[in-house]
């Protein structure tokens, strides 16, 4: 009967200039696989490599402090350090422990946000390359294919995946509050930041069927236009366009107020009372927030949404636990 042995470092325990050492290319993951299962102790071998951790699964028929031995070995042979340079941040288990590690894994019991569903995929994804390398045998094979099973069970009867937990997912998150359905919607995008971005396409993605573009640099708005199938706009002309989107998002260097109460006020007239959702990610802030003030116009500034994130976050926890 093999033993389960695992090695690995995380971002709990090495910074990225460690982790990005020990990473393993895509292109040389097979190469790798291949290179750790024709070790004497190693029968069976699974490589996980993604931004945030680096582990290696195996299957031994030998005395596992020997087989963690190896693994060791291998990680420092394969990328020339020596073992000095990844040791005091190496995690290291064996059979019950390394089953329970991969299970937290898989089921984003151990990631950075707690229930983020990406790592599950990444997880898929290692094990499929292992599985098409033929580097899996019986043992890992039961392993992971019971560690899906609890990741489904524990993202289906908990909440653990429930609550929004980044700056973008909370602004889809809270327009749904406000609208309650995103179907048909207009979103108005001011400026291009990396963040903003992201919110508009997440909006996009549940339902919002338009997209409005502004820039100060009108080629910067074309170009994220094209790239998202939006339309661009001109900043200085924005308020006449304001009128026709339900949820704004704003993400500007400007210094100053872009969205004036005034602005809302006549957007409001024009739409007939219909509500009005503003998203403000900027520093210094682009929308006034005495705008909050009237009936039906909603406006919600880079802390409000980290509170929600967090106290979502804070959530999960409770779900995890």
């Known amino acids: 009967m093999n033993n389960i042995v ?3 470092v995380s971002h709990k325990t090495a910074p990225v200039e460690v982790r ?4 393993f290319a895509e292109s040389r993951l097979a190469e790798a696989l291949h290179s750790l299962t024709q070790r004497p102790a190693i029968s069976e071998g699974l490589i996980i490599s993604t931004c945030n951790r680096v582990e290696i699964i195996a299957a031994t028929p030998e005395n596992t402090e020997q087989a963690l031995s190896h693994l060791t070995d291998f990680l420092h042979r ?7 340079h990844f040791h005091d941040h190496l995690y290291r288990h064996a ?5 329970r590690h991969v299970f937290r894994v898989a089921s984003s019991l151990d990631s950075m946000v707690v229930g983020e569903p990406q790592i599950l995929g990444q997880v898929k994804e290692a094990y499929n390359l292992a599985q098409s390398e033929k580097t899996l045998g019986q043992t890992l094979n039961n392993l992971m294919s019971r560690a899906f099973t609890i990741a489904k069970r524990i993202r289906t009867e908990t909440g653990i995946g429930s609550s929004a937990v980044s700056i973008s997912y909370v602004a889809v998150e809270l327009a749904r509050k406000v609208f309650d359905e995103l179907r048909g919607r207009t979103v108005l995008l001011l400026g291009a930041g990396e963040m903003a971005e992201l919110a508009a396409k997440h909006l996009m993605n549940c339902g919002a069927s338009k997209l409005l573009i502004a820039s100060r640099t009108f080629e910067n708005a074309e170009r994220l236009a094209q790239e998202m199938n939006g339309q661009a706009i001109r900043l200085d002309e924005m308020e006449k366009d304001l009128a026709r989107a339900d949820i704004v998002i704003c993400s500007t260097g400007a210094p100053h107020y872009l969205i004036r109460a005034e602005h809302a006020r006549r957007a409001l007239v024009a739409r007939r009372n ?3 959702f503003l998203i403000d990610i900027s520093v210094p802030r682009n929308i006034d927030p005495a705008t909050s003030e009237l009936d039906n116009v909603f406006v919600f500034d880079i802390d409000d949404l980290q509170a929600v994130a967090h106290e ?3 959530q999960r926890e409770r779900e995890a636990a």
Request: hydrophobic fraction near 40%.
């Open 6 to 8: 695992l090695i690995g």
């Open 95 to 99: 059979d019950l422990e390394a089953i």
């Open 78 to 84: 394969y990328h020339g350090l020596a073992p000095h």
């Open 274 to 276: 219909n509500p009005i």
């Open 20 to 23: 990005e050492r020990l990473a």
């Open 312 to 314: 979502n976050r804070q």
